[in-house]
């Protein structure tokens, strides 16, 4: 058999951690209901096939999928060969019977195709094995804008109900449930709605677990021009309040998302059409690809407790390996959880510390302190000392020591002077390990 080349080792190493670190995800996924909103470009520009693959992904993991489509360019292709006017009025659609026309000519062209592309099943293809069934239907009650600042939008609408019971029950079918921008009413009307709209309504109607918008840009960008990858409702509400200035589609999806927040949803992300896997990038990593929208922030830091013995084991046990921390078992951390913080970030333990008191000489030991390796920025570890440190004043302690091996300057430049193990609480010296030689640094709180 060939010897396998470093790169060639390297990339199955870099894959089977992935695939790991994606775990977790796979199973919260389970059963869960996504709602995926894109524009009429991604199907004119080619961009479907990709996206088809990702959502027969998403599908075969369980994942309850809602699809809505936008038609724009290929309405504005229709109006233009047919000679009508193109009317806009404060970015909507001013769609009279011309218009109309050409919109449901458009939605129909768009729903075939995006039907045909989810019902490839090539061999040798991510399609392979494909078995997805798309169902379409009035699940889209709507009603007119009427007259807007004196314009008249016609068969412009907006959402003013969705069927959630009927696209439930689809969704039990296993289906996979496609929604064109279009609306109906009691009455037999047609109604041209907006993308974010349908989409918006939809998964607040079906409480979806997560709302996804994809869109020209990669995401919310910030002052300096830097994307923002996650944004509590609040923060959202501050950028769409104030003057500056985000690209179109960030003025369209950002309020949906604040909406779809305030309402329920539990998760918006937007993200850009433009990169190939970027909806599995967005779902399956931790750092995501774009911007992630949610009612509070992801990353807490709180009093440990027994659910959490996994997840700090998880973090500590390369460190034990490498003997950087002294090794725990379950059992010991069982006992001793009441001693730990932890600092998670959407539902990860990402890092953890225990404080050990020494009432006798009003001491504490500030121990197990740890940060994932691609968590440690920020200011995570100063996080997690200054809880501690809060702790230790509340319980009455008037003097913090560590004892470390790798990390003498980081507590230095943090207030901690050097010290002796004679300095050390009479039972904490009796326990020093003298062969690991750690270093003693105190610090008056």
């Not at 790991?20 to 199907?43: L, Q």
């Not at 504005?76 to 218009?99: F, H, P």
């Amino acid at each position: 058999m060939p010897q396998k080349t470093p790169s060639a080792k390297f990339k199955i190493e870099h894959f089977v951690e992935w695939f790991r670190s994606a775990a977790p995800y796979i199973h919260s996924f389970r059963g869960k209901t996504f709602v995926v909103a894109f524009g009429g470009e991604v199907v004119s520009e080619g961009q479907f096939i990709g996206l088809a693959h990702d959502l027969n992904l998403l599908n075969s993991l369980g994942v309850r999928l809602v699809l809505v489509h936008g038609a724009r360019p290929q309405i504005e292709e229709e109006l233009t060969e047919r000679g009508a006017a193109i009317r806009y009025d404060n970015g909507l659609r001013v769609t009279d019977d011309d218009a109309l026309k050409c919109v449901k000519e458009a939605a129909g062209t768009v729903r075939v195709e995006i039907e045909a592309l989810l019902s490839m099943g090539l061999a040798n293809s991510p399609m392979a094995g494909a078995d997805i069934r798309v169902a379409s239907g009035n699940f889209v009650t709507a009603k007119p804008m009427g007259v807007r600042a004196g314009v008249d939008l016609v068969h412009t609408g907006e959402v003013r109900k969705i069927d959630a019971v009927g696209i439930g029950r689809r969704l039990d079918a296993n289906e996979m449930v496609l929604l064109s921008p279009l609306g109906y009413s009691p009455t037999g009307e047609v109604f041209n709605l907006s993308l974010e709209d349908v989409a918006t309504s939809t998964a607040i109607a079906l409480d979806a677990d997560k709302l996804v918008f994809l869109m020209d840009t990669a995401g919310v960008g910030g002052a300096q021009g830097e994307l923002l990858r996650e944004l509590t409702t609040l923060e959202a509400e501050v950028i769409v309040a104030s003057a500056a200035t985000q690209p179109a589609d960030v003025g369209f999806y950002l309020p949906c998302a604040v909406r779809a927040c305030r309402n329920g949803v539990a998760r918006v992300h937007l993200i850009s059409r433009h990169t190939d896997g970027a909806l599995l990038q967005e779902l399956f990593t931790h750092q995501g690809i774009g911007t992630m929208v949610s009612e509070d922030a992801l990353e807490t830091l709180r009093d440990a407790t027994i659910d959490d013995v996994g997840g700090i084991l998880a973090l500590i046990e390369p460190l034990e390996e490498e003997g950087i921390l002294v090794r725990r078992s379950r059992e010991r951390l069982e006992m001793e959880i009441e001693r730990f913080c932890v600092l998670e970030y959407d539902g990860l333990i990402i890092g953890c510390a225990a404080l050990y008191p020494f009432p006798k000489e009003k001491a504490a030991e500030l121990a197990c302190m740890a940060v994932h390796p691609k968590y440690r920025s920020a200011g995570r570890g100063e996080a997690l000392l200054e809880y501690m440190q809060v702790k230790a004043l509340e319980k009455g302690f008037r003097h913090l020591f560590v004892l470390t091996t790798r990390t003498a300057h980081w507590f230095l430049e943090r207030g901690f002077t050097e010290s002796g193990v004679d300095k050390l609480p009479q039972a904490k010296q009796g326990l020093y390990n003298y062969q690991r030689r750690s270093k003693v640094f105190m610090k008056k709180l």
